[in-house]
């Protein structure tokens, strides 16, 4: 597989996913709605394909024109665009457009590979899929145990968490009908290489204050950076032993010093009984599965580098 195609190519994980994939020799095109010429330094090696997730047609012209052998499936809204009773703000973009750009934006693109015989698709689903995110709700994010794994139960609330949830559910049975690989890694938040980290040493982060202690678990404290997030996309589309259809969890650490069981003693007291058992500093959630099914190997950890 030498050709790729990238949807969501103008954003900002994509830059450095093309990136990663030049280096390897690929062939890459990027599909978004923005122009190259909004986007500085954009590789002249990538071919630029204009076009809306939403529309059918587009998708099948980008597919059609990288003439590719994968896919890597950015494209996304990354929030919930749902008005929630309760909670007045600013209404950037229609109502349902989380749930029409994310959910009707996979169907297209998988919908496009199926009929253009690509054979590999990964995507960029989240960690909130949980059913971190809105609590609608108002009742706390429930942990079953710990750690997390992708065996955990999903609760997604708001229509962003549930978009990935059914982004994930269209690969699997995409991959079920038509024999196409797919892949869905549920990315942590992303810390870009120019944020300081000089903070994660003292324990201080924004969703660990100490008027948070005892309170609902609203971040695991874990962290990706966008250079390993190529690296394990990578790793997948050239693997030739993973089951037709696979969902990891993606980090590159956790963003304390002290050992996660403390961390969950001192941040979430109602969680201690179900901590004992961890070791080190990974986080609620674990990827030991992406470790041991990929050799995946985070590079870009703040320790040490700080």
């Known amino acids: 597989m030498k050709k790729v195609l990238i949807t969501g190519g103008a954003g900002n994980l994509a830059k450095y996913m093309m990136e990663h994939l030049l280096e390897r020799g690929y062939t890459v095109t990027a599909f978004d709605k923005v122009s190259p010429e909004a986007i500085s330094a954009f590789p002249k090696e990538v071919l630029f394909v204009q076009g809306d997730l939403t529309s059918m047609g587009d998708c099948m012209r980008a597919v059609q024109l990288s ?38 934006g996979t169907y297209y693109v998988m919908e496009a590979a199926r009929r253009f015989q690509v054979k590999t698709v990964l995507m960029a689903s989240s960690y909130y899929t949980l059913g971190l995110g809105e609590r609608i709700s108002s009742t706390p994010f429930q942990v079953d145990y710990l750690p997390i794994d992708e065996a ?10 549930l978009s990935k949830v059914l982004g994930e559910e269209i690969l699997q049975a995409y991959s079920r009908a038509y024999g196409i690989r797919t892949v869905a890694f549920r990315l942590q938040g992303i ?50 032993h993973l089951d037709m259809y696979e969902v990891f969890y993606l980090l590159t650490d956790s963003r304390h010093v002290e050992e996660t069981k403390d961390v969950v003693v001192k941040y979430w007291p109602d969680l201690a009984d179900m901590a004992p058992h961890l070791e080190g500093t990974e986080g609620l959630i674990t990827q030991k599965k992406l470790m041991t099914k990929l050799n995946y190997k985070p590079q870009y950890s703040w320790r040490g580098q700080i």
């Open 152 to 161: 955990h139960p999903n609760r997604p609330e708001d229509t962003y968490a």
């Open 191 to 240: 810390d870009w290489p120019h944020m300081d980290k000089a903070y994660y040493r003292y324990g201080i982060t924004p969703e660990a204050r100490p008027d948070h202690v005892g309170g609902p678990v609203v971040s695991t404290l874990q962290y990706l950076d966008p250079r390993d997030a190529a690296q394990a996309f990578t790793l997948a589309m050239e693997a030739d």
């Open 67 to 104: 003439e590719a052998d994968a896919i890597i499936h950015l494209g996304a809204l990354p929030y919930d665009t749902t008005l929630h009773p309760g909670k007045p703000r600013v209404q950037r973009v229609p109502e349902d457009e989380c749930m029409k750009v994310n959910t009707m």
